[in-house]
Structures are given as structure tokens and as C-alpha cells.
């Protein structure tokens, strides 16, 4: 079965410090990727994706992630990061034929909490 | 608001009882998805479907869990003869289209077995 590993489990940041948060996934065929974030007290909500094409993909917020066949993972960053960008952050991967293409496996998700 | 809705946003019960939460998905979208997630945990997927029929169920979906989606429309998914072990959020989400696609998360259902 595949699997999405997030290695940081709490990050703790000040405002205007750059992020990245890890993933790794386990599968060897095509995959398609996506972070997805959770606010306090809302639902989640679609970060970026990526599918194909250029690897470098940017999403909402300022936020970016780059794609890495090699190392067969998908690390989210963020240059500056923001108070309002407390919150958890889930990667997930979708991988597989035919019908598994449906499922979204997820990591553990990271807790980023920003001080101001 | 358009997104997609679950019912009820919480549910406490006692062990030994069924219970059933509904999904609304958003408007036109063919294919629904149900997530378990449980504490410090992401969710993990249990079952979708492709308008009415249930393509994929994980081995998490026991047999005293069922779900059904009758029109393609809103789908259930009922716990029979809960068990503390069950107690977890619910996520529901939908997604356009037959390959793969972004999914569109609810804001889930809460489930508290006593």
C-alpha cells in the first residue's frame, strides 16, 4: 500500500520566517500530489496540486511546493510565513490504476504555528 | 454556500447503537468519497463512488459500516452496533469528473461512541 510520510509533526515559527514542510511518499508510478490546509475550526481546504508539467507549483497564499521524482517527494514552502498562516498541513497523494485512482492517501499532517 | 455539507456536525451515542450521517456534495459533482480521521492522524479513506455505484471500499470499512449514494445525489454512510474504536471525524468529499481530480472536503461529523 502506499504511504505519505511527514516528517514534522509540530513546526513552530515568528512571522516573516520561510517554511518548508517535508513529504515523501512511497509508490514508483505516476502520482498526482496535493497539500491541503486546515484552519482552526474549518474544513480543508485545497492548498495546491500538482498533476504534471513543470514541477515547481505555486498555490493560494504565497504558498509553493516542487515536485521531485527522484527523492519521490513533494515539500511545501513559503517564504515568509504570516500569523494567519496557523494551521495543519496535510500532504496527500493519489496513486494507483484504474479504480484506487479515487483514493487520497494522506500523511499525518503538520501543526504550523506562527507567533506574531 | 455551495460546498459540500454533512449532517450532523456531531453525534454522540452509546456503544451498541447505529448511527447514520449524511453527505451533500456539491452541485453536479459525480463522484463522492468518505474519509475517517482520528486524532493526530490524516484522514484515511473508506469508500467512494462514481455517481451511484460504490467503486473502491478500503478494508477499514467493516462489515457494520455501509454506505449507499441511491440517486447520485447525497449518500449516507450508517455504524451499526458502534464500538468506542469508531469515535473519529467523518469527512465526506466530492469531485467532477471520472480520472483524477481535486476533491472538496465538508466540514465532517464528528462521532463521540460512550
Known amino acids: 500500500a502506499q504511504s505519505v510520510s511527514q516528517h514534522n509533526h509540530h513546526v513552530i515559527l515568528s512571522e516573516a520566517a520561510s517554511l518548508e514542510l517535508g513529504c515523501n511518499y512511497s509508490?514508483?508510478?505516476?502520482?498526482?500530489l496535493f497539500w491541503y490546509v486546515q484552519y482552526p475550526g474549518q474544513h480543508l481546504q485545497l492548498l495546491l496540486k500538482y498533476f504534471s508539467g513543470d514541477p515547481l507549483v505555486k498555490g493560494i497564499k504565497g504558498f509553493e511546493a516542487e515536485f521531485i521524482k527522484s527523492k519521490f517527494s513533494f515539500n511545501l514552502r513559503k517564504p515568509s510565513v504570516q500569523w494567519s498562516d496557523t494551521a495543519e498541513y496535510f500532504c496527500?497523494?493519489?496513486?494507483?490504476?484504474?479504480?484506487?485512482?479515487?483514493?487520497?492517501?494522506f500523511g499525518r499532517g503538520t501543526q504550523l504555528t506562527v507567533w506574531p | 454556500d455551495t460546498g459540500v455539507s454533512q449532517n450532523p456536525r456531531h453525534k454522540i451515542t452509546k456503544r451498541g447503537q447505529n448511527v447514520t450521517f449524511r453527505c451533500d456534495p456539491i452541485?453536479?459533482?459525480?463522484?463522492l468519497y468518505w474519509y475517517r480521521q482520528t486524532l493526530g492522524q490524516g484522514p484515511e479513506f473508506l469508500t467512494y463512488f462514481q455517481n451511484e455505484a460504490q467503486l473502491e471500499k478500503s478494508r477499514l470499512l467493516s462489515d457494520r459500516f455501509s454506505a449507499e449514494r441511491p440517486k447520485g445525489s447525497f449518500s449516507t454512510l450508517e455504524i451499526q452496533r458502534t464500538e468506542q474504536g469508531d469515535s473519529a471525524m467523518y469527512l465526506c468529499?466530492?469531485?467532477?469528473?471520472?480520472?483524477?481530480?481535486?476533491?472538496?472536503f465538508g466540514p465532517g461529523t464528528r462521532l463521540l461512541v460512550l
Open positions: 468529499a466530492s469531485s467532477l469528473g471520472s480520472r483524477v481530480k481535486t476533491q472538496y
Open positions: 509508490y514508483g508510478g505516476t502520482v498526482n
Open positions: 496527500a497523494v493519489n496513486a494507483g490504476r484504474g479504480s484506487t485512482l479515487g483514493r487520497l492517501y
Open positions: 452541485s453536479e459533482h459525480n463522484r
